[in-house]
């Protein structure tokens, strides 16, 4: 019986894990993960809540689903993170980053953002403009739904979106990395992390070569980082 109770949790990890490696973000469903997902907010100084979390991939905020069913923004005071099962995210900049790997002086996240300029431009077929076309009214929808309540509350019921959520057509997303330290984002290039205040950029150029760094690798990144900091 205790075999068959493993064997079932393990096909249903499989289906969840599975589902999740086939999701994609749509015009009417701009969130991270395929569903607002059990998670718990850290705070500095405070104590931290549990909810259920999903990350707007058009501001990078935080929403999460009130005990009514609506989607609403977390308050973001003294708000420093998040955990989703093992996902960590750092909360920088009034966004929530998600963490790719860690170094002793700071993380490097990944910033995961709709890019809703290429269904814009791809919508405005001959004849029409791309203002007129349903992908940018939905666009414009979300946009003023999150500027109309300065992005605390959403007008959406959970319900009615999750039900809609493949209704619409695939939204294209980026994702960037960013070094963290202390309180800065830094761009993953060679620019962005010559610029921070007190760099040696002839030093920092010849442990790049003598490194090999790769500005999209991670933990190639966490070298960068150990580097910056060490100075």
Request: net charge positive; glycine share 8%; charged share 25%.
């Amino acid at each position: 019986m205790k075999r068959l109770l493993l064997l079932f949790i393990g096909a249903m990890l499989a289906v969840t894990m599975s589902a999740q490696e086939d999701y994609y973000p749509t015009t009417g469903w701009p969130y991270l993960y395929p569903d607002f997902m059990e998670g718990e907010v850290l705070r500095a100084n405070r104590d931290s809540n549990k909810g259920r979390f999903n990350i707007h991939l058009s501001l990078s905020a935080l929403h999460y689903v009130d005990k009514n069913g609506i989607i609403k923004e977390a308050d973001t005071w003294g708000m420093t993170g998040l955990v989703i099962g093992e996902d960590r995210f750092r909360f920088v900049g009034g966004k929530m980053l998600k963490v790719v790997a860690e170094a002793k002086g700071g993380s490097v996240v990944k910033e995961t953002r709709a890019n809703y300029t290429a269904i814009v431009k791809k919508d405005g077929a001959m004849g029409t403009t791309a203002l007129n076309s349903t992908t940018t009214k939905t666009y414009l929808y979300n946009q003023n739904a999150i500027n109309q309540y300065n992005g605390y509350l959403l007008t959406d019921v959970y319900a009615d979106l999750h039900a809609m959520r493949n209704q619409s057509e695939r939204l294209p997303v980026t994702g960037n990395l960013f070094l963290i330290i202390g309180n800065q984002q830094i761009p993953a290039s060679k620019k962005g992390v010559s610029e921070l205040p007190g760099v040696d950029r002839k030093a920092l150029s010849g442990f790049l070569k003598a490194e090999k760094i790769k500005w999209n690798d991670p933990q190639d990144l966490v070298k960068v980082i150990d580097f910056v900091t060490a100075e």
